[in-house]
């Protein structure tokens, strides 16, 4: 179920817009504009002096307030059922929202996608610790799938902020992403991420309960047939013991 629809301008087309149409519309303006009064004080002139100093950023004015935070594509993949899903991210100030978009149309200038979930990157934030595959890109805003068809959205590091089952319609968002399961994406013959590993087990960035990796699922990892997954998994259930005892 679709909650938006979102158009975005290709990157290429917005760099090209940001950087080059509308500060060269207003220098041409201007640049005409003077010359006109200069040379033969004509209306003309006079009217393209007056869009380039007032109309311009008018226009410019109106399309930032009423779309304050835009969103861009961080990283995208195709799914199981061949379509393309997008890493949505908006960012003002300190609102944050990162969304899951599939891609309806791909025009010559812009691309459409139907926003399917959402979930907020401030405060309070709800995430999922989660290791990805060895040599998993660095970057922020990436998405990863598994063979089952589970997408889910790294936000930086190991964190995961949303998910959705492509199989079911399921999103997971805030709150639900906690659930995850800290091995849901190494599947069968894909290894672990080391530097995942050892920040999950030093808790690093874990708020309270928040990053936590659900002991149900480290229970489950313990009776794996890989023997990495099974010494992980009790690594982490160790230190949760350990922390636990020390902080009753």
């Known amino acids: 179920m679709s909650l938006y629809s979102v158009t975005l301008l290709k990157p290429s087309i917005a760099a090209v817009v ?19 009064l200069c040379w033969s004080r004509c209306f003309l002139g006079a009217m393209n002096l007056i ?56 025009g010559l200038f812009t691309v459409c996608y139907d926003e399917v979930g959402a979930t907020n990157g401030d405060s309070p934030r ?42 079911s319609g399921r999103f997971f968002g805030h709150g639900a992403v906690e659930d995850l399961s800290p091995f849901v994406l190494i599947d069968e013959g894909v290894q672990m991420n080391p530097r995942d590993v050892e920040s999950i087990l ?29 010494g992980v998994a009790n690594q982490m259930i160790v230190r949760r013991r350990a922390a636990t005892s020390e902080n009753p």
């Open 51 to 106: 869009a380039s100093v007032l109309v311009i950023p008018a226009i410019w004015i109106v399309g930032f307030t009423t779309n304050v935070a835009p969103y861009c594509v961080t990283s995208e993949l195709t799914g199981p059922d061949g379509r393309k899903y997008a890493f949505l991210d908006s960012e003002f100030l300190q609102g944050q929202t990162l969304a899951l978009g599939i891609q309806t149309r791909r």
């Open 202 to 230: 030093t808790g690093k960035g874990a708020e309270d309960a928040m990053g936590v990796p659900p002991m149900k699922y480290l229970q489950e990892a313990t009776h794996s047939p890989r023997a990495d997954i099974r």
């Open 18 to 36: 940001e950087w080059i149409a509308w500060p060269g519309c207003s220098i041409l303006l201007a640049g005409g504009g003077i010359v006109g």
């Open 126 to 167: 709800s995430w999922a610790s989660v290791i990805r595959p060895a040599g998993a890109p660095e970057g922020y805003g990436q998405l990863y799938m598994n063979k089952a068809g589970l997408i889910v959205a790294i936000r930086y590091d190991f964190q995961a902020y949303f998910a959705f089952d492509t199989k």
